[in-house]
Structure formats: C-alpha cells, structure tokens
C-alpha cells in the first residue's frame, strides 16, 4: 500500500497537479475518499477543478456549458428526464453524466453550482433549500444521485419561482391550463409540465 501512495504522489507532482481525484482512484484502486484524505495529509494539491457548467475559453466550452448549466437547473426545479430531453434536444445520458458531476467526493461540486446557477438565473435561495435536503437524504454517506434526486422532490420550489425561472432558463412562452404549463419542445411538440402544489 505505501508503495501505491508513492507512485500516486509521484504521479500527481509529474502532472503538476493537473488530474482529477476520481481519476486517481480509478488508476490506483483506491476509494475516492481514501485518496482525498491521503492528499490533504500530506498536503498535495490538486490544480482547480474545472467543472461541465463553468464556462472555458473557446466558444464550443461556453455553448456546451451552457447547456450544462440549463440542463441542470432545469433538474434542480424537479423536471423529470424526459421532459429535459424534450425541452434541450439533449441524450438521457448526457444528463445523466451532468447529475453525477455532482457526486464530487471533494463537495465542491454543489456549491461551485449554487454560485454559477445564482448568477446565471438568481436561484441561491432554492439551491440552499436543496443543499440541506442532500445533507439529510445522504445520511452521512457519500452523495449519490439518488440522494440528490429524493432532495430535488424534498424541496418544492413555490409557483411563482417555478414558472418565473422556467421562462428564465427556457427564453420560451409558457402555456397555462389548470395545474400545468406547456411550453415548445425542441422535438417540435408541446412539453407538459405540472405546477408545483406550493403557492
């Protein structure tokens, strides 16, 4: 095991820092949680991770960002998969990569999110709700997607907030009827989306 850490330390010093911490696991075997702690007590640093939703230099890193950003916020506000799909033209397993983003073993995930969606769409004040939900649903254990989903659920935003930062995120005329909103698809078709029950 110690020659393991070794050949980690030396790995990231030739990296200059520049690798991920899930990356280090999966190339050394070792729990997330376990490198992390070894990377703090001996003081290595890592370079800044850069996450899906924070914009990059060239024009297709900020396009693919953004999308990142709405895709998410969206799943923040309790919309389903489909309906993302939908409403973004994106693949359920792109989504699915952007939620597990936000099982980072470091907890930097989560708020570098809160901070980037606040800017974005002014949502801190939901986020934080969803914040303390993911604490009580992940009992302690790492973040899971599950997790994040029961805290989504937990966390109903009222409908005022709904339908304000849904035309927000969208930039698209909503329809009402009752207890839903419809709005354009990108598949051409109207997307049924129920209001939440908080006024």
């Not at 297709?60 to 993302?84: S, V, Y």
Request: hydrophobic share 40%; aromatic share 8%.
């Amino acid at each position: 095991m110690n020659s393991k850490f070794r050949n980690l330390k030396r790995y990231v010093l030739r990296k200059d820092g520049r690798v991920g911490l899930r990356a280090l696991a999966r190339r050394y075997r070792l729990a997330p949680c376990t490198v992390s702690r070894y990377l703090n007590r001996n003081e290595i640093k890592l370079a800044p991770r850069r996450f899906l939703w924070e914009d990059w230099s060239n024009a297709r890193g900020k396009e693919q960002a953004q999308k990142c950003r709405r895709a998410l916020a969206l799943f923040l506000l309790d919309l389903n998969r489909e309906q993302i799909e939908r409403l973004l033209g994106i693949k359920s397993e792109t989504l699915s990569k952007y939620i597990r983003c936000l099982c980072d073993p470091t907890s930097e995930a989560f708020p570098s999110l809160r901070a980037t969606l606040d800017k974005a769409y002014g949502m801190e004040d939901h986020l934080d709700v969803v914040a303390d939900w993911i604490k009580m649903s992940s009992l302690g254990l790492p973040i899971s997607t599950a997790a994040i989903t029961r805290a989504v659920k937990k966390a109903e935003p009222t409908r005022e907030f709904f339908v304000r930062k849904l035309r927000q995120i969208l930039r698209r005329p909503l329809q009402h009827g009752g207890a839903f909103v419809r709005v354009a698809g990108r598949d051409g078709g109207l997307v049924k989306l129920r209001l939440p029950s908080v006024n």
